[in-house]
Each structure stands twice: as structure tokens, then as C-alpha cells.
């Protein structure tokens, strides 16, 4: 089946760790996007990149780092730099910018939580 | 100029009831405005979108109502079930934002049998 695959599904990390979560689409599609969940405030755009090896700053990337080296998968760095990183991280893809801009489809999410 | 205003935050719904959701914006650019709906423990998934040039929008039970002069579109659930609480993102972007939506911040609709 075509769909987005997030992992791991549930994430503890140590206040100074860097944690990396997977995300792969078999969609085919070119745009992939990562966004932060958190309670009352919707879902907030981390990173996004319309093309393999090019990535864009979303709204809240500082203390995130993502790459984009194959068209399939587009893995985030929650980097220790980030100050408050316990959230529901969302990945989702598109085909891309035109007339079915906005048709997100999203995976079914990794929650991270610091300890 | 870039949020997406929504409210209420939760709502409680009789079963058969009608839900309502609102959300308002102010960029008038935006031409495409979808809704998500989300159930605990998983992403999103769209459930209608409309663009400005229709004032209405009905897909089984959902319906978008768009005011385009007073920019703000809403959300009806006509005869709400308990297998629609969920929570709610309405969202907005326009053509050459790179595909990138500005979300609301949620509306969590609970639908009582």
C-alpha cells in the first residue's frame, strides 16, 4: 500500500542527545514536509523540501536539521539545541506545487518525549 | 498576515446534533482551503477542501461554508456520530507557496451517544 512510514512511533531521549526520526514515502511524491504538534497550537512547519538535495526553513526550525538525499526519505535531527523538543512530530509529502497544492498526506507520527 | 484563526477550541456535540467549527483569515491570496481531521495517535487526513470560487462545498455529512468578503469558512457535521470525535484543522495556503498550509489550532469535537 502507498502511504508515509514514521518511525520510531514512540521516542525517549536524554537532555543532550541528538535523535534522528525516519520518515519514507512510497508515493512517489516530490514535496516532503515535517511538522510539530503540540497541544492548542496546531501543527507548526519544522522543515520542507520541494526536491531531492534542496531543503527550506519552516517557521520553527531553529534547533532541527533535516536532509534530503534520496526522493523516498527525509529524516529529522532533533538536535540538543532545541529547547523544548517533547512533541508529536508529523511527517507528510505532496506532489508537489500547482493546482493540488495542499493535499498533505501525513504518516502517523513520532512522539518524542526528553526525559 | 499569515495565521489561520480557529475556534472553538473543543466542542461537545449530541449524537445527530450539528457541529460547527469556524476559522477566519486575513491573507488574501490564500485560494485553497482544506480541512484534516485527526484521531489520537495518528496524522491527520484530509477531509474536504474548497477553493474561493464556490461559497459551498457538501461531501456526505461535511459541509464548508466560505465568506469570502468576510474571510472566514467554517465547518458543518450535519447528524454528528460518535465516530467523527476527533480533532479538527482547518488550514489555508495559495498557489506558489511551495505547498506549504498554515493550520489552525485544532478544534477536539467530542460527539456524545
Known amino acids: 500500500d502507498g502511504g508515509i512510514t514514521q518511525s520510531p512511533k514512540y521516542l525517549f531521549r536524554k537532555e543532550g542527545q541528538n535523535v534522528t526520526l525516519s520518515c519514507e514515502q512510497n508515493?512517489?511524491?516530490?514535496?516532503m514536509y515535517w511538522y510539530r504538534q503540540d497541544p492548542g497550537q496546531g501543527l507548526r512547519l519544522i522543515y520542507y523540501s520541494q526536491i531531492v538535495n534542496d531543503f527550506q526553513k519552516g517557521d520553527i526550525a531553529e534547533g532541527y536539521s533535516v536532509s534530503r538525499e534520496k526522493k523516498e526519505s527525509f529524516p529529522l535531527t532533533v538536535t540538543s539545541a532545541q529547547k523544548n523538543p517533547t512533541a508529536f512530530y508529523l511527517c507528510?509529502?505532496?506532489?508537489?506545487?500547482?493546482?493540488?497544492?495542499?493535499?498533505?498526506?501525513f504518516g502517523e507520527g513520532s512522539r518524542l518525549t526528553v526525559l | 498576515q499569515q495565521q489561520v484563526k480557529q475556534s472553538p477550541q473543543s466542542l461537545i456535540v449530541q449524537k445527530g446534533g450539528i457541529s460547527i467549527i469556524n476559522c477566519a483569515y486575513e491573507n488574501t491570496a490564500f485560494d485553497y482551503f482544506p480541512w484534516y481531521q485527526q484521531f489520537p495517535g495518528k496524522g491527520p487526513a484530509l477531509l474536504i477542501a474548497?477553493?474561493?470560487?464556490?461559497s459551498e462545498k457538501k461531501e456526505g455529512r461535511f459541509t464548508i461554508s466560505f465568506n469570502k468578503s468576510a474571510k472566514q469558512f467554517s465547518l458543518h457535521i450535519m447528524d454528528s456520530q460518535p465516530g467523527d470525535s476527533a480533532t479538527y484543522f482547518c488550514a489555508a495556503t495559495y498557489s506558489g507557496n511551495t505547498g506549504k498550509l498554515i493550520f489552525g489550532q485544532g478544534t477536539t469535537l467530542q460527539v456524545k451517544p
Open positions: 507528510a509529502s505532496s506532489a508537489g506545487t500547482g493546482r493540488n497544492t495542499g493535499e498533505l498526506f
Open positions: 508515493l512517489n511524491h516530490d514535496a
Open positions: 474548497i477553493r474561493p470560487d464556490v
